[in-house]
C-alpha cells in the first residue's frame, strides 16, 4: 500500500509569485485536504476535495486554490504569495466510507516565502 | 479564537513512566477527536481516536479519555518509551461528517532513557 507522497520537499518562493504544490493520495482514498502549518503551530485547514470538487473550506483567501484529478491526485496553488505564506503544507487524504475523520498525512511541502 | 487548546509546550518523563498528555475544546458540536504523532520532517501520523459516544478508548499502550462536561480529552502513554518523543497533537472534528480537522498547537513529548 503506498502512502501519501507530496512534491517538492521545499521551495524557495518570492512575494507576489504563484506556486503549486503536489500530492498524490493513499491507494484506494477519493477525499483530499489541504493544511498549513506555521512553525510552532498545529495544521490549519485550508480545503478538502472530493469526487474533484472542493467539499469544505476553512479561513483562507481565494488565492489559494486548489484541483483534484480523477486518479484523486490534487493540486494546491498560491497566487501572489506573501511572506506569511511560509510554512509547511500537509496533504491529507482519506476514503469517504469507515472514518473520514482519520486523515492520512503525506511528510508535507516547505515553502519559504522571500 | 482557538477552538482546540494543548496548554503545555512540552513535557519530559523517564521511560517506562506514564505521560499524559492534554487537551481542551471549546466549540460542544466537536463529536470525534484524534491524537496525531508527528516526528521531524515526517507527516503527523494518526495514533488513536474517540467518539463523543465513548468517555475512553483504549489501543497498546495508548489509552484516550474524554471527559464531554469538561470539553477535555487526555492522551495516556504506559509505559512511555524513548521512540514516544514527537510532538503530539489533539484534533477534533464534526463539521458536515468531518471533512475538516481542527488541530490544537501540539505538546512536544520527551522520553528519557
Known amino acids: 500500500e503506498t502512502g501519501v507522497t507530496q512534491s517538492p520537499t521545499h521551495l524557495i518562493k518570492t512575494r507576489g509569485q504563484q506556486v503549486t504544490l503536489r500530492c498524490s493520495s493513499q491507494s484506494g482514498h477519493n477525499t483530499v485536504s489541504w493544511y498549513q502549518q506555521a512553525l510552532g503551530q498545529g495544521p490549519q485547514f485550508i480545503f478538502q476535495?472530493?469526487?474533484?470538487?472542493?467539499?469544505g473550506r476553512g479561513n483562507f483567501p481565494p488565492r489559494f486554490s486548489g484541483l483534484q484529478f480523477p486518479n484523486y491526485s490534487s493540486e494546491l496553488n498560491v497566487n501572489a504569495l506573501e511572506l506569511d505564506d511560509s510554512a509547511l503544507y500537509l496533504c491529507?487524504?482519506?476514503?469517504?466510507?469507515?472514518?473520514?475523520?482519520?486523515?492520512?498525512f503525506g511528510p508535507g511541502t516547505r515553502l519559504t516565502v522571500t | 479564537d482557538q477552538q482546540v487548546k494543548q496548554n503545555s509546550p512540552s513535557l519530559s518523563v523517564q521511560e517506562g513512566r506514564i505521560s499524559i498528555l492534554n487537551c481542551d475544546y471549546t466549540n460542544s458540536m466537536f463529536d470525534y477527536f484524534l491524537w496525531y504523532k508527528k516526528y521531524p520532517a515526517e507527516g503527523p501520523t494518526f495514533l488513536i481516536s474517540?467518539?463523543?459516544?465513548?468517555d475512553k478508548n483504549e489501543d497498546g499502550r495508548f489509552t484516550v479519555f474524554l471527559n464531554k462536561s469538561a470539553k477535555h480529552l487526555s492522551l495516556h502513554i504506559v509505559p512511555s518509551q524513548p521512540g514516544d518523543s514527537a510532538v503530539y497533537f489533539c484534533?477534533?472534528?464534526?463539521?458536515?461528517?468531518?471533512?475538516?480537522?481542527?488541530f490544537g498547537g501540539g505538546t512536544r513529548l520527551m522520553v528519557k532513557p
Open positions: 491529507a487524504s482519506s476514503w469517504t466510507s469507515g472514518r473520514p475523520y482519520e486523515q492520512y
Open positions: 474517540i467518539s463523543s459516544i465513548k
Open positions: 476535495y472530493y469526487r474533484e470538487e472542493e467539499n
Open positions: 484534533a477534533a472534528s464534526g463539521d458536515n461528517a468531518g471533512n475538516m480537522l481542527t
